[in-house]
């Protein structure tokens, strides 16, 4: 049986529903609050979602090739935030100033209130939970270059086939 749109949107769309069934529960069950950019690594997953359903519903009237293509691009920029995650919380790389740990010290008490009233109540440079030794932010990049490169996979293999003259 040779894999079309519609088999594929549903693989698709499993793994987007499984990954952020995975954060809400970890968010809703385990008690872990998400931060800024866990929440923005939320959105690929769920533009996956809304495409795959769509791609679903469409069925095979879409090449699946170029639908693949488009689920990779998405899965690649999943990763790319991840990474980025992964990079603030191993402190590789600044993270957004409305949800990191940094700047001066407080030299004043008004000062100090003010920085810890306007501090957000989950860091992105603090590793709230990890599962042999990787974090969350770590499981969504592995989770997402799989899903990358499942789709680029995809995409590759069942392009068109020229035949050179």
């Known amino acids: 049986?040779?894999?079309?749109?519609?088999?594929?949107?549903?693989?698709?769309?499993?793994?987007?529903?499984?990954?952020?069934?995975?954060?809400?529960?970890?968010?809703?069950?385990?008690?872990l609050v998400p931060c800024e950019l866990c929440l923005l690594q939320?959105?690929?997953?769920?533009?996956?979602?809304v495409l795959a359903v769509a791609a679903w519903l469409v069925?095979?009237?879409?090449?699946?090739s170029s639908t693949a293509l488009v689920f990779a691009l998405v899965f690649f920029v999943s990763a790319g935030l991840g990474f980025y995650h992964l990079g603030v919380e191993q402190h590789w790389f600044?993270?957004?100033?409305a949800c990191t740990a940094t700047g001066p010290p407080a030299t004043t008490v008004d000062e100090l209130r003010r920085q810890l009233l306007a501090a957000p109540l989950v860091l992105c440079?603090?590793?709230?939970?990890?599962?042999?030794?990787?974090s969350l932010a770590g499981w969504?990049?592995?989770?997402?270059?799989a899903m990358a490169a499942f789709c680029a996979g995809a995409a590759a293999w069942l392009s068109p086939r020229r035949s050179v003259a």
């Open 1 to 31: 049986m040779a894999l079309t749109t519609r088999p594929f949107a549903t693989i698709v769309l499993a793994a987007s529903i499984a990954v952020l069934g995975i954060a809400l529960l970890s968010q809703y069950w385990g008690g």
């Open 42 to 49: 939320r959105w690929p997953w769920r533009i996956a979602v």
């Open 140 to 145: 969504n990049l592995i989770a997402s270059l």
């Open 59 to 64: 069925g095979d009237r879409l090449p699946l």
């Open 94 to 97: 600044a993270g957004p100033t």
């Open 125 to 134: 440079d603090q590793v709230q939970w990890a599962l042999f030794g990787i």
